[in-house]
């Protein structure tokens, strides 16, 4: 769980990785405050206060403990029982609040000012302040520096040696001045992350509680692991008796170890797994892989507690531990590990993870680090991430994944990352029986497919639909370089088994090569007389080794082949797969042979290895996949743009307003929601109300004759299946006929009518958006109109969306084809999808949104009928560095 408890306190990490507890001050840290002022330097006393008073620091801590003034916040850092720092932020008017710092001298150059501005930056944009003010004097560089550092806009005055600072509180959406900001916080946010994972990762001893003494106990086998792996470091068991077990130096507590362990192993009983947990923050132990499984939420909250008391990183409860071959690390129960590689390696499941350890290590795939993280209180696949962009070695990510903690981080990382190299997953929980599962698994709310989809396209990740395919993808990226293009050349010494090929291509969404003309004639010299040149090549049963392999290399030469996949029906005459790794080729190849026994393996030679598969389905849908990530790692990363005309003041007062006279949240009216769109230059239709039918006809001719009429009634949201539009009135006869059936069908409901112009032509669409609780706002797209739950032609992105997203979104759904012929019309379908998109980020308390339709034609689009739903409900901000509580 993310966001602070109810007390306010949260946890976070300063830039050595250590954890600061951030909460509201109160009266009980009126002694503290005032003590840490008063113990600053003369000239650090001067730089806060103007002055070297000592009775500043009285009045300061009555200021910030006692006084509660209104508009005023109030934060305290405390690095265990020691005030580490205090921040403040003071409105002076009303859209400004004077910010205030100031860092234990003891605790400077440790992120403890920059972490407490950035709580107090979120706090504000909460309660509605827009900028902070702050006087430091000139010569005050730390602070100063802290300010410049922080990412927000600064804006200086000077005079008299003092430096007045104004500095804008950013929005939630990545642009402007928001954008640099949220890029300032999150490279602070990977320095810290990483930090904090390096006992976890890269520990230098490392203690394993509960290692047993019964052969077969999971501590013992976790123990004999390491030892029998040569872990690099200093190695521990912890046991009553003490002594030794299986050779290695046995404690009988954990108070007992002759040091503080980097990382501790825990595979004690869940009723005692809270109790342990404590005595390694006692003892300054400082990361824990909790191995037990099925403890309580109670339990649950208890070893939250003691990590985050003790300093602590956590991977679990239920992990099935940590393994990192580079330094000799195996904590896990696995029956053997991969070789030292590049791969990194991230599950909840353990059954999961212990079946890829198997898989790579029988593949002779290597591997850079693994983590299981179980339930996942505290780490995730997100520091995971972090930590292989950093550690210069991994370069492909595999994660299998049952539930999300923070997807905006999430995709925020996943996005940067997978432009440096690919990351993997697999859709876990796509069917109801699926979602059941990974909920009861995970005890956390399984993510809905259309917005985990969203996440994955728009962060670049590869989604397998299956473990085989995963695993399918790994072997390939593993080995071989990302094809330049979606074309493949097929060779084959079997022609039936070249159309097999042809035809799985096809279906993944690939193009299979016909052979050049220049390709062709030197491959007529090489091959046998009966051998088809075309494309699929075939090169006969009775094609030679060398024949082969230079038919290999003349195809995948040729011009626009991006990748190469060789089909083999091995016989007695002639043995083709040693061909294969010993010819280099200028594009990723991979080889099917059809009757080997495993399903995927490598095949070692002088190059690269080469993936073969027992299925021409699974070589072709692995290069498909690798093809759309080079496709997608190559194009502009897109940007969120700026919208000069957006009035988000006046927005949020339609809001508010709303909020004010209805506290629990509903449907905004046709009025309101019209002018909260308009607030964001949305094109809306006109309209107007009309009580009776002679009013109706009134409006209708002011109009230009040519209208639609919608029937009011309260409650009623699907007003075409109700019976309550009618469409395409011409004149007063018409009109008055529509108000006679509207008036018969809905009786005393009807409280009134809107008329509006006729939009005629076009193609509908929906635009919407529905802040979805697991991944915040969801901007949705597809086919509209009374079709649009029919056809069911939708696709989803996350907000805020880029240029590129918007684009993507567009071309994603079936109907796109016959949307990108009208280009003017695309171009203002986009422009709409932005600017939804910047209200979702701006307005959280937006629910629902429907624009449906939005009609798009030659000469635009227009939307033609709104609703959106309001809540009072605030979600956390998204981007505010924090741990899991």
Not at 535 to 544: E, K, Q, W, Y
Not at 631 to 636: D, I, V
Not at 847 to 869: C, K, M, T, Y
Request: hydrophobic fraction near 45%; charged fraction near 20%.
């Amino acid at each position: 769980m993310t966001g602070p408890a109810e007390d306010g306190r949260s946890y976070a990490l300063l830039a050595d990785g250590t954890t600061l507890t951030v909460r509201p001050s109160g009266p009980g840290d009126y002694e503290a405050v005032r003590r840490l002022h008063e113990a600053m330097s003369p000239e650090n006393l001067y730089f806060r206060f103007f002055s070297a008073s000592r009775v500043s620091a009285e009045r300061e801590a009555r200021r910030v403990c006692l006084e509660g003034r209104p508009g005023m916040v109030a934060l305290v850092g405390m690095l265990g029982d020691e005030l580490a720092g205090v921040a403040s932020y003071e409105r002076v008017s009303n859209g400004t609040a004077e910010v205030a710092l100031a860092v234990a001298d003891g605790m400077h150059r440790r992120g403890v000012a920059t972490l407490l501005l950035e709580h107090l930056v979120s706090l504000a944009r909460a309660h509605g302040v827009t900028a902070f003010a702050a006087e430091v004097l000139a010569d005050n560089y730390a602070v100063l520096n802290v300010l410049t550092d922080s990412g927000l806009a600064i804006r200086r005055r000077s005079g008299n040696g003092v430096v007045e600072l104004s500095m804008p509180v950013p929005r939630v959406a990545a642009l402007g001045e928001a954008s640099v900001y949220l890029d300032a916080v999150a490279g602070r946010d990977r320095h810290a992350d990483v930090a904090s994972l390096e006992p976890l990762l890269n520990p230098r001893s490392v203690a394993v509680v509960g290692a047993g003494r019964h052969p077969g106990s999971i501590g013992r086998t976790i123990l004999l692991n390491l030892r029998d792996a040569g872990f690099a470091g200093t190695l521990y068991a912890v046991s009553p008796g003490g002594g030794d077990v299986a050779g290695v130096p046995c404690l009988p507590s954990v108070a007992e170890l002759p040091e503080a362990s980097d990382l501790a192993v825990v595979t004690v009983p869940a009723a005692r797994v809270v109790e342990v947990a404590q005595q390694c923050g006692n003892r300054g132990v400082k990361s824990l892989a909790v191995i037990t499984a099925g403890l309580t939420m109670a339990q649950e909250s208890g070893l939250m507690e003691a990590a985050r008391r003790g300093g602590m990183r956590l991977a679990g409860p239920a992990s099935y531990g940590i393994a990192v071959p580079g330094i000799g690390l195996a904590a896990t129960p696995a029956v053997r590990h991969p070789p030292r590689g590049r791969t990194g390696l991230v599950v909840q499941s353990g059954g999961v993870g212990a079946a890829l350890l198997e898989q790579f290590s029988r593949i002779g795939m290597g591997i850079s680090s693994f983590a299981a993280v179980g339930d996942k209180l505290d780490v995730s696949s997100t520091d995971l991430l972090l930590w292989w962009e950093a550690d210069e070695t991994t370069d492909l990510a595999l994660l299998h994944l049952e539930s999300f903690g923070n997807p905006r981080r999430f995709a925020r990382t996943a996005r940067r990352v997978s432009a440096k190299f690919p990351v993997l997953t697999v859709h876990a929980g796509r069917s109801a029986p699926g979602q059941r599962a990974a909920a009861s698994h995970t005890a956390a709310a399984a993510a809905p497919l259309i917005a985990r989809q969203a996440l994955f396209e728009q962060a670049g990740i590869i989604a397998t639909d299956s473990f085989g395919e995963l695993l399918d993808l790994a072997v390939l990226l593993t080995s071989q370089p990302l094809p330049a293009g979606n074309t493949v050349a097929i060779v084959s010494n079997g022609g039936g088994a070249g159309v097999l090929a042809a035809d799985a291509c096809a279906e993944a969404g690939l193009v299979v090569a016909s052979t050049g003309p220049q390709a062709r004639s030197r491959l007529r010299d090489v091959l046998p007389a009966e051998a088809s040149l075309a494309g699929p090549l075939d090169t006969t049963a009775a094609v030679s080794p060398e024949a082969f392999g230079e038919a290999l290399r003349l195809t995948a030469a040729d011009d626009g082949v991006a990748a190469l996949i060789a089909v083999i029906v091995r016989s007695a005459s002639a043995d083709l797969l040693p061909v294969l790794t010993a010819t280099r080729l200028p594009v990723p190849v991979t080889v099917v042979v059809l009757d080997q026994p495993e399903a995927v393996r490598l095949l070692p030679g002088q190059g690269p290895a080469v993936p073969a598969y027992a299925f021409p389905e699974a070589a072709a849908r692995a290069l498909a996949r690798a093809a759309r990530y080079g496709s997608w790692r190559s194009r502009p990363a897109g940007a969120v743009p700026e919208f000069a005309d957006v009035r988000t003041t006046d927005a949020r007062s339609i809001v508010d307003s709303f909020l004010a006279r209805m506290p629990g949240g509903g449907w905004l009216s046709a009025e309101e929601a019209d002018g909260l769109l308009r607030c964001y230059g949305l094109p809306m239709v006109s309209f107007r109300r009309a009580a009776d039918a002679d009013a109706a006809v009134e409006v209708a001719a002011n109009l230009g004759g040519h209208v639609v009429i919608k029937a009011e009634v309260p409650g009623l949201l699907h007003k075409t299946a109700a019976g309550a539009v009618e469409l395409d009135l011409h004149g007063d006869d018409e009109v008055r006929a529509a108000m006679h059936r509207l008036h018969s069908s809905l009786g005393g409901r009807m409280s009134g009518v809107l008329v509006e112009p006729m939009i005629a032509g076009g193609i509908e669409t929906i635009v919407g958006v529905v802040q979805e609780p697991v991944f915040g706002p969801v901007v949705v797209f597809g086919l509209g109109g009374i079709a649009t739950d029919m056809l069911a032609d939708h696709a989803a992105r996350l907000a805020p969306l880029t240029d590129a997203d918007a684009d993507d979104l567009i071309r994603s759904i079936r109907a796109a084809r016959a949307l990108l012929e009208h280009e003017v019309g695309v171009a203002a379908l986009r422009d709409v999808l932005l600017r939804v998109s910047r209200l979702a980020d701006d307005l959280p308390q937006v629910a629902e949104l429907d624009l449906n339709p939005v009609i798009v034609r030659p000469d635009g689009a227009v939307a033609v009928d709104a609703r959106i739903r309001v809540t009072s409900h605030h979600l956390a901000d998204p981007f505010l560095r924090q741990l899991p509580r």
